[in-house]
């Protein structure tokens, strides 16, 4: 993975997080709390879960163990 790469999948992973508060916010408004937070679930779960492995890979690209390679080098 280059370092554009590793932003993209920032970008969506903020992305999805903001999604599933939206989804949430909207579907609560039409269909009530508890159908909302079904909804809302998969974009929530998708989002973190990639925030964290963006984490880890960051964290392991800083100590010298897996790094992220530029992409003009």
Do not use: C, H
Not at 19 to 29: A, T
Not at 30 to 50: D, H, I, K, M, N
Not at 53 to 70: C, Q
């Amino acid at each position: 993975m280059d370092r554009s790469g590793f932003v993209k999948l920032a970008v969506v992973a903020f992305g999805l997080v903001t999604l599933s508060f939206f989804v949430r916010g909207l579907s609560r408004i039409v269909l009530g709390a508890e159908t909302a937070s079904l909804l809302q679930a998969p974009f929530a779960v998708v989002g973190f879960a990639l925030l964290v492995y963006l984490f880890v890979r960051a964290t392991l690209d800083f100590v010298g163990v897996w790094e992220v390679e530029n992409s003009d080098a």
